[in-house]
């Protein structure tokens, strides 16, 4: 089972509670006849948007899932284009792997890293993506450095000095943050 299975899943059992109770209470209050084309009433029109929302959410494949611009799938395969430019420009800082550093690694997938003046940086891979990495290829990954996503703005060390970062506040919000770390 897929992890964005398993969190449709999870949103189901949380959904199924609500949508019974407005079944149970349809059955208990409603007065409306749908049959005849009567405007439904507060909990048929309850139930009815549950049930379209449930249905809704089990037709997603995952990755399909979509803001209206974009799908996780055309991001994701966005954010590997992006970071093997930046591999790609700094070659004598990249590598990849098909094994963690203890020798571990998710089924067909591989990990490319670039090593910044504040840390490394690491993304997983499938393998049919392997050739999109031209980069030095080592027996197992360096040691993971316990850099989490917020870290990305490691990245922009490779440039050279300390720059400002406008997103930092923004995405520490955005997670529950105070500052980056805690």
């Known amino acids: 089972m897929n992890v964005g299975r398993i969190k449709l899943e999870t949103a189901f059992r949380a ?26 009433c507060q909990y048929c029109a309850i ?3 549950l049930k379209d929302y449930k249905l809704l959410i089990e037709d997603i494949e995952e990755g399909e ?17 992006l970071f093997s430019v930046i ?6 800082k990249d590598w990849k792997s098909k094994q963690h ?4 690694m998710f089924d067909n ?18 393998m049919e993506h392997w ?31 300390e720059k400002p970062d406008p997103f930092k506040e923004h995405l520490a919000k955005d997670r529950g943050l105070d500052t980056f770390g805690g």
């Open 101 to 104: 550093d203890d020798g571990t």
């Open 47 to 49: 139930y009815d948007a």
């Open 87 to 92: 591999c790609h420009a700094y070659k004598n």
């Open 131 to 161: 050739d999109a990495f031209n980069v030095k290829e080592l027996e197992k990954a360096p040691e993971w450095d316990g850099h989490k996503p917020e870290d990305i703005v490691r990245l922009k060390s490779l440039q050279g000095g």
């Open 15 to 40: 959904l199924n509670p609500i949508v019974g109770d407005a079944t149970k209470r349809q059955k208990q209050h409603c007065r409306c006849d749908p049959d005849v084309g009567a405007t439904p």
């Open 109 to 126: 997938h591989f990990i490319v890293g670039v090593e910044t003046p504040e840390g490394q940086y690491t993304y997983h891979y499938s």
């Open 65 to 81: 899932a979509s803001d209206g611009y974009h799908t996780f799938n055309e991001l994701y395969y966005h954010r590997m284009v």
